[in-house]
Nanobody, 118 residues
């Protein structure tokens, strides 16, 4: 089993920045891929950014390209999401996920709230 704990959410004004972190514990060898998802009220959960641990290959949703950066600290079993130029439409609960790819997600965190005011 793997436990994922997110932190770093909060409230910020439009144009501001936030950094989220996701710390993994437990069987940390039991996944190869990590990702950040978000879900706004009344909307479906959507993928924001993902990263393959072995080669660092990252993917981003079109809506966040150029503004968000996903990175990893392998030694600390931590994945970060740096969010710049935040917009009100970025307001959502942000979740960390881990698995073997987007079709094989095995673990989810509890989420951290990000609120962007105009």
């Amino acid at each position: 089993q793997v436990q994922l704990v997110e932190s770093g959410g909060g409230s910020v004004q439009s144009g501001g920045s936030l950094s989220l972190s996701c710390v993994a514990s437990g069987d940390t060898y039991n996944y190869e891929w990590v990702a950040w998802f978000r879900q706004a009220p009344g909307k479906e959960r959507e993928g924001v950014a993902s990263l393959y641990i072995s080669n660092g290959l990252a993917y981003y949703a079109d809506s966040v390209k150029g503004r968000f950066t996903i990175s990893q600290d392998i030694a600390e079993n931590t994945v970060h999401l740096r969010m710049n130029s935040l917009k009100p439409e970025d307001t959502a609960m942000y979740y960390c996920a881990a698995g073997w790819g987007p079709a094989v997600i095995k673990y989810w965190g509890q989420g951290t709230q990000v609120t962007v005011s105009s």
